[in-house]
Nanobody
Framework: QLELVESGGGLVQPGGSLTLSCVTS????????MAWFRQVPGKGREGLSS????????YYADSVKGRFTISRDNAENTVYLQMNSLIPEDTGVYYC????????????????????WGQGTQVTVSS
């Protein structure tokens, strides 16, 4: 079981940017597909983006495509989510998640497919 720790959330004005980080110190992420999810009150976790174990492949939901960029540094056991052109609808708790795999692929992340989760970090987009 990975211990994932997110950071980088906060309050930002519409049009602004934030970079979220997700780090683990317990185990190498080399064999994990990693993803970012977002949750707002009363709704389930929305899969926003995923990245394959070596970073070759990425996936983005339509709601964030062109604005968010997922990346990873396996040497640092860290995954990032660069968020640009933020809008109020991006407000929510952002979770990092990982699943062990031998497949170098990135598909639409579904919460039930991931068994390692961080505690979440709040992002609020408001003027």
């Amino acid at each position: 079981q990975l211990e994932l720790v997110e950071s980088g959330g906060g309050l930002v004005q519409p049009g602004g940017s934030l970079t979220l980080s997700c780090v683990t110190s317990e185990e190498s992420l080399n064999h994990y597909t990693m993803a970012w999810f977002r949750q707002v009150p009363g709704k389930g976790r929305e899969g926003l983006s995923s990245i394959s174990p070596r970073g070759v492949n990425t996936y983005y939901a339509d709601s964030v495509k062109g604005r968010f960029t997922i990346s990873r540094d396996n040497a640092e056991n860290t995954v990032y989510l660069q968020m640009n052109s933020l809008i109020p609808e991006d407000t929510g708790v952002y979770y990092c998640a990982g699943v062990w795999t031998l497949i170098e692929d990135a598909t639409a992340p579904l919460s039930y497919e991931y068994d390692n989760w961080g505690q979440g970090t709040q992002v609020t987009v408001s003027s």
